[in-house]
């Protein structure tokens, strides 16, 4: 709990400039493109995690859903990186959510059972939360190219469509 508290936290703070006003440095588009495809990969490798340690038959579909489409989307990204010659940039948000989601991974990791199951689902309730805040307040608005912009609005509503169905998951848990 403590480090999704501070993952959101520091996420919207690095989004926003120094002052609480809206970031005068707004994202470019190769840092929105680093951005969102880290996100894509942190995702992955936690639903890889939770594929190799669940027992539990929900969690596991559920995580290979994740990443099937996580990396369908991450794909697309790199296409459109690539067909508009652009170099996605590795910058502060995505460094700090790279390292953050390795903190995350070793905690899952000591757990086992229904306890990991329910941690997992949970986090991936929270970060989807956190992901879809970011890219529908700050990463859309801030996209200058019309395709990474439209990229950016087709995944967020299927990430929106993953945190429901995390809730799901979590509410048969109970």
């Known amino acids: 709990?403590?480090?999704?508290?501070?993952?959101?936290?520091?996420?919207?703070?690095?989004?926003?400039?120094?002052g609480g006003a809206p970031a005068?440095?707004?994202?470019?588009?190769?840092?929105?493109?680093?951005?969102?495809?880290?996100a894509g990969v942190i995702d992955i490798e936690a639903a890889k995690q939770a594929i190799a340690m669940s027992k539990n038959p929900t969690i596991v579909e559920f995580a290979e859903s994740m990443v099937r489409d996580h990396e369908a989307v991450n794909k697309q990204a790199l296409d459109l990186v690539k067909k508009l010659n652009v170099t996605p940039e590795d910058n502060d948000t995505s460094?700090?959510?790279?390292?953050?989601?390795?903190?995350?991974?070793?905690?899952?990791?000591?757990?086992?059972?229904?306890?990991?199951?329910?941690?997992?689902i949970d986090h991936e309730i929270a970060y989807h939360k956190q992901v879809n805040s970011a890219v529908e307040t700050q990463l859309i608005p801030a996209a200058q190219n019309a395709e990474l912009k439209s990229l950016l609005e087709t995944g967020l509503k299927l990430f929106q469509g993953h945190q429901q169905h995390a809730e799901r998951v979590a509410a048969e848990l109970k």
């Open 95 to 120: 460094k700090t959510l790279s390292k953050e989601a390795e903190a995350k991974r070793q905690e899952l990791g000591k757990l086992t059972g229904a306890e990991f199951d329910k941690a997992y």
């Open 1 to 18: 709990m403590t480090i999704r508290l501070k993952s959101a936290a520091t996420v919207i703070a690095l989004l926003f400039a120094a």
């Open 24 to 38: 005068a440095d707004k994202p470019t588009d190769p840092q929105i493109a680093h951005i969102a495809y880290t």
